[in-house]
């Protein structure tokens, strides 16, 4: 009504809270009692009729002078809801699909967290002319311009301290979208923070097979093999070897670590639902690997193009029913003009231009700059963006060591544990979560919430 609006207009003139009203969540379905803080969902329109649905969650603490953290699930083509509902959102989906759980080590207990489906054609997310080829210079662009809508419609953040955070393919997208965002004097940046993440091709494909090895994946015959065709002069190159033999070798171990039944997310886990490979659904969330890459084209190429992509040794059922529920759309305020709810979208995937091989280059830009803190955080058993090869990223930019290579210590219900391993450079932390697979929150989730305490509140770590 009239009265309301000039009411909005007067409080944002005010500078009181100006958030949009009609995005706020009232009732959510699947809580037995409603949560204390405030939540919103809806859209963020950026250029040529694209728009990016938002769930943004107040923190539980103080929310007008906490942190605004940005968080991005990878892919590319995977919804950033799956961090929210099964990692570190403020509830988790359980498993019938319909109930929901508070989350004790919920990330906004201490920050403002805003989850962003994105690029369009992920999740709720969608354009006017429902084309959905991309790549990661527009994708760094739209999440820039995404940002900016979001302070426009919520001006009462906009001084708080911002971070951009992420996982996986997010390694691309965060540092990328950084870039864009230091560079405007409006915006608050303080860091950023990348959960195993995709950093270096070559490096990630290269540690892969030390990886296999020394877990015990590969045995001693293929391990000589690979040695004589891959290696000389103590170098190995096990990424674009010219040397045929070295490249049935990795071949091998290709299929080992993808197509042998084991979680590539989590080497230690269990397949829930068995084994999926013999359908070629190898993987998609949050898919660094340019091995898995090749893989999964050559795959896709003999499948439909309507394939469900739901990555092997994930059910992502139950958020699947939740998401999709009527009611619950509507709480969302969700258009009619999106697609149904899917965790990751083939076609987002299979249209998506990977224009970075790595990003050192953002990474010394942010670096060079004096003024951003960095985490880059990995569980130590995934094996889609491995640990090995964010830590030989993270040392190849010879940054000043500041803490030498030391176990860190969380407390969880059986009292002090050693959380991983974490070395210190001037603006960077390299840290292992021990015993963790690609989804850190979701496998080690009072470990994750220590991390992210001390990475936010710039505690040692």
Same mark, same amino acid.
């Given at each position: ?41 809806? %859209? ?42 099964? /990692? #570190? ?36 997310? *969608? ?17 820039y311009l995404a940002l900016k809508e979001f302070f426009r419609l919520f001006p009462e *953040?906009?001084?708080? /301290? ?28 303080? !860091? ?17 097979? %030390?990886?296999? %090895? ?6 001693? #015959? ?11 002069? !103590? ?15 990795? !071949? /091998?171990?290709? =299929? ?36 898995? #890459? #090749? ?21 992502? =059922? ?34 998506? !231009? +990977? ?7 953002? *990474? ?40 030498? +290579?030391?176990?860190?210590? %969380? ?12 070395? /210190? ?6 840290? =292992? ?13 009072? @470990? @994750?919430?220590?991390?992210? =305490? +001390? ?7």
């Amino acid at each position: 009504s009239l009265l309301l609006l000039s009411c909005y207009f007067l409080s944002a003139w005010l500078g009181v809270e100006a958030a949009p009203a009609a995005d706020e969540i009232t009732y959510l379905p699947g809580l037995q009692k409603q949560p204390s803080f405030k939540q919103y969902s809806g %859209y963020l329109s950026v250029a040529d009729g694209k728009h990016l649905h938002y769930w943004f969650v107040e923190s539980q603490n103080k929310p007008s002078s906490d942190p605004l953290v940005l968080w991005l699930n990878g892919g590319p083509g995977c919804s950033s809801l799956d961090g929210l509902l099964t /990692e #570190h959102g403020p509830f988790l989906i359980q498993s019938d699909g319909a109930t929901l759980e508070y989350n004790p080590y919920a990330w906004n207990k201490i920050t403002n967290m805003l989850y962003l489906e994105s690029p369009v054609g992920v999740g709720f997310s *969608y354009s006017d002319d429902q084309k959905y080829a991309t790549n990661d210079t527009e994708v760094s662009m739209n999440n820039y311009l995404a940002l900016k809508e979001f302070f426009r419609l919520f001006p009462e *953040y906009s001084k708080n /301290e911002l971070f951009l955070t992420g996982e996986s393919y997010g390694g691309i997208y965060i540092p990328t979208l950084a870039e864009r965002v230091m560079e405007d004097a409006s915006l608050n940046l303080q !860091g950023i923070a990348v959960g195993n993440g995709m950093s270096s091709y070559e490096m990630n494909d290269n540690s892969l097979v %030390y990886f296999a %090895y020394y877990h015990g994946l590969l045995g001693s #015959h293929l391990w000589a093999e690979l040695q004589t065709y891959c290696c000389s002069n !103590g170098k190995c190159n096990f990424y674009d070897n010219p040397n045929q033999n070295c490249m049935d070798s990795v !071949g /091998e171990v290709q =299929t080992i670590v993808y197509s042998s039944g084991l979680n590539i997310y989590n080497l230690y886990a269990s397949c829930p639902g068995g084994v999926p490979v013999e359908r070629g659904q190898l993987v998609i969330r949050d898919l660094g690997n340019s091995f898995i #890459h #090749h893989q999964w084209n050559r795959l896709l190429a003999a499948l439909l193009p309507s394939v469900r992509l739901d990555p092997p040794c994930t059910n992502s =059922t139950p958020s699947n029913l939740y998401l999709n529920n009527p009611l619950v759309r509507k709480a969302l305020h969700i258009s009619p003009k999106a697609l149904d709810w899917v965790i990751c979208s083939s076609e987002v995937n299979r249209n998506y !231009g +990977r224009l970075y091989m790595d990003v050192r280059k953002q *990474y010394l830009k942010l670096l060079g700059a004096l003024k951003y803190r960095i985490l880059v955080y990995n569980g130590d058993v995934d094996m889609a963006c491995n640990f090995m090869g964010d830590e030989w990223f993270v040392e190849s930019l010879q940054q000043q060591v500041q803490v030498q +290579r030391r176990p860190w210590i %969380y407390e969880d219900v059986d009292g002090q544990q050693v959380g991983g391993f974490v070395k /210190e450079f001037d603006n960077i932390v390299f840290l =292992t979560v021990k015993g963790s697979g690609h989804m850190v929150p979701t496998d080690k989730p009072a @470990a @994750a919430f220590t991390m992210f =305490t +001390r990475f936010i509140k710039k505690l040692p770590y």
